[in-house]
């Protein structure tokens, strides 16, 4: 479908409207503007844009509406604003997803970032859906290849499952959510980046998607310059995308960096509106916001197609049981730790596979294949256990036979982890199996 589609130029004419409601401010305080004479008119989330009479204007969204006023967030810090200034309701963005987005970046409103012309969509959709009724969703589907030999054998993905990334600074992190992008079987992939640092919005579409990648992604960006309401739209808005696409039948890839940074911009807006910060800082409101993201995500019904999803979170410290952490590995299938050790020692992806585990296992698959699973689970952990001994020269050959057979095969396992794989899941057990074989330790 083409950008200038008549049919999508008569859609854009039709959402046009001739008149404008304007209204005044009447308080500035805490962050927040009261403004009268828009009562009767505004929606919560609508956006306006207050006239200063000595700046530039100032954009907002409303937050509140009550009998004789409504409460404005501005987008910037409202230095200048004079009582009295002019606020004028715009018309409410239309969001209107359509298969032409494919290969293109985009902000959270529908607007274009890579400098080529848009058109919205036939369908205006809501950002805030509803995901699928409980009942009505399929199970979980297929086995995917990730293009990586660890996630082919030792953590499947399937068809509608939603994991969790969850990593520091600097291990790693945006690299592995590009080689999915790129590699993991999927109709379509959307991207949500989400306060991401204006330089690497351009490096992850040019250099870690590049153009292979982008055609057949949906790039929604919120820089970390931008207010606290596009960042936390930023999400919604991808996930309005990945429904669209989902509901043309096709399969889903969805990327989130980082779940961890809506969260943060929920809290400076939740700040605003008086709700008081109880889980570490963050506010009651964040665990139904996520878990309501995620539950968006996942099987469809019917003829639909299926949202896979990982969700990105910066953990700090490697502290597992911080709050975001904490509420992510409650509401999703599974969860893939990256370990800064395994990345200072050059391993990448650096996946700590003892701390990470995928709910799609046992059924994702067969009975062999979980025996190998288990196999190599047993001698990681064996090793893990007894490292410090081992480096420190007190391991003996001959007290524990499990050990003996862990040492054997750590190196070879340990660069099995860090393959790239292009030949298919079975390509990947086979070698798992050799692998361990060779050293002796295959399962009969």
Not at 9 to 25: I, N, Q
Not at 257 to 273: K, L, N, P, Y
Request: net charge negative; proline share 5%; with cysteine.
């Amino acid at each position: 479908m083409s950008d200038l589609d008549p049919m999508l130029l008569k859609c854009e004419f039709d959402r046009l409207s001739a008149t404008r409601h304007m209204g005044h401010v009447a308080c500035v305080a805490r962050g927040v503007i009261e403004v009268a004479g828009l009562e009767s008119h505004a929606r919560i989330g609508d956006h306006v844009t207050l006239r200063r009479r000595n700046g530039p204007a100032l954009a907002g969204e409303v937050l509140h509406v009550e009998a004789d006023l409504i409460h404005m967030l501005p987008a910037t810090a409202p230095d200048g604003v004079c009582l009295g200034d002019r606020v004028i309701l715009q018309q409410t963005p239309a969001f209107a997803p359509g298969m032409h987005w494919l290969g293109r970046v985009i902000d959270p409103f529908g607007q274009p970032l890579d400098g080529k012309p848009l058109l919205q969509g036939v369908q205006t959709q809501d950002i805030m859906q509803a995901p699928p009724a409980a009942v009505d969703r399929k199970p979980l589907g297929a086995r995917m290849e990730t293009g990586l030999a660890m996630l082919n054998t030792m953590l499947p993905l399937v068809q509608g499952q939603r994991v969790g990334l969850f990593a520091g600074s600097g291990v790693g992190k945006s690299t592995l959510l590009a080689t999915l992008a790129r590699s993991m079987q999927a109709d379509a992939v959307v991207v949500a980046l989400v306060g991401e640092r204006g330089r690497e919005v351009n490096e992850f579409v040019e250099y870690a998607l590049g153009s292979e990648g982008m055609r057949r992604s949906v790039v929604v960006a919120a820089t970390s310059d931008q207010s606290a309401l596009a960042r936390r739209r930023c999400a919604w808005s991808a996930m309005s995308v990945a429904e669209y696409l989902r509901d043309q039948g096709m399969n889903i890839l969805f990327l989130a960096d980082s779940v961890t940074r809506f969260a943060e911009a929920h809290r400076e807006i939740a700040v605003a509106t008086g709700e008081q910060p109880s889980l570490r800082g963050f506010p009651p409101s964040v665990t139904p916001l996520i878990a309501g993201l995620c539950e968006r995500a996942g099987p469809g019904k019917g003829e639909q197609g299926d949202i896979t999803a990982v969700f990105s979170v910066l953990v700090a410290g490697s502290d597992m049981d911080e709050p975001i952490a904490d509420i992510l590995r409650g509401v999703l299938d599974g969860h893939i730790v990256l370990s800064r050790e395994i990345a200072e020692r050059g391993r990448f992806p650096a996946i700590d596979l003892s701390r990470s585990v995928s709910r799609s296992l046992p059924n994702a698959a067969t009975e062999e294949e979980n025996l190998l699973i288990s196999q190599t689970r047993r001698l990681v952990g064996s090793y893990e256990q007894s490292e410090v001994m081992i480096k420190a020269g007190l391991y003996s050959e001959g007290a524990d036979p499990l050990l003996d057979q862990a040492v054997r095969v750590h190196d070879e396992l340990d660069a099995f982890f860090a393959r790239s794989e292009t030949d298919g899941i079975k390509n990947s057990f086979d070698r798992l199996q050799l692998i361990l074989r060779r050293s002796g330790t295959a399962l009969a």
